[in-house]
C-alpha cells in the first residue's frame, strides 16, 4: 500500500543553521503531497503543499519540491530560527476518499 | 478562517467506560476524519466519513466506532475504554473536489485511560 517514510529525530540545530528533512514515498498513481507541522501542545497546521511532479511548495521560509523521479519531497530551511521547534510531518493524500497518509514525524529542536 | 473544534482537549477515564469525543467543523466540509497520534507511530487512521452517514474504516478501528448525524459533527466513540487506547486524537475534515486541497485539524484530545 501506499506509505511515506521520514527521516528519525530529534534533528537538533544550532539558530541560523540549514535545515534538511528527508521525506520519500511509495504509491500508486500522482499523489499530492503535504507538510505539516505540529508545534507543542496543539495540532497539525499545513506548512506547505505540492500536487504535482516538480511543483515547490513554500511557506514561512520553508521549501519542499516534489520529486517524481526519486520519489521524494524533502523539507528544507535556509535559516532556521527557535521557534521552528516542532514536530514536522510528511505526507501524501491517497485513495479515492483522499486519505491522508503520514510519516512518523519528526521532532526539530532549535537552540540559540 | 477555517475552524475544527474538538470539544475537550485533556480525558481521564477509566477502563470499561464508554468514552465519546466530538468534533465540530463550520466550514461546511463533506470529509471528516479522526486520527490517533502515537510517538514515533506518526498519525494513524481511525475512521473517515465522506457524508453525512456515511463512514468507512480507516486503518486500526478495532475498538472504535463513529457517528455523523450532522454534516458540521463527527464523534468518535470507544464503546470500552482500555488502556491501550490512551492516546492523543485528532479530528480532521475538507472539502472534496479539489485535487490536493487541504485537510484542516483540530487541536487534539488527549485521552487518558486509567
Partial sequence: GDSVTQMEGPVTL??????TINCTYTATGYPSL?????YPGEGLQLLLKATKADDKGSNKGFEATYRKETTSFHLEKGSVQV?????????????????????AGTRLAVHP | DVKVTQSSRY?????????FLECVQDMD???MFWYRQDPGLGLRLIYFSYDVKMKEKGDIPEGYSV?????ERFSLILESASTNQTSMYLCASRETGVVGNTIYFGEGSWLTVV
Avoid: M, P
Avoid at chain 1, 544550532?14 to 535545515?19: D, R
Avoid at chain 1, 521557534?83 to 510519516?103: H, M, R, T
Fill in chain 1, 14 to 19: 544550532s539558530e541560523e543553521a540549514f535545515l
Fill in chain 2, 67 to 71: 457517528s455523523r448525524e450532522k454534516k
Fill in chain 2, 11 to 19: 480525558l481521564v477515564k477509566r477502563t470499561g467506560e464508554k468514552v
Fill in chain 1, 34 to 38: 503535504f507538510w505539516y507541522v505540529q
Fill in chain 1, 83 to 103: 521557534s521552528d521547534s516542532a514536530v514536522y510531518f510528511c505526507a501524501l493524500v491517497s485513495g479515492g476518499y483522499n486519505k491522508l497518509i503520514f510519516g
Fill in chain 2, 29 to 31: 466540509h463533506e470529509n
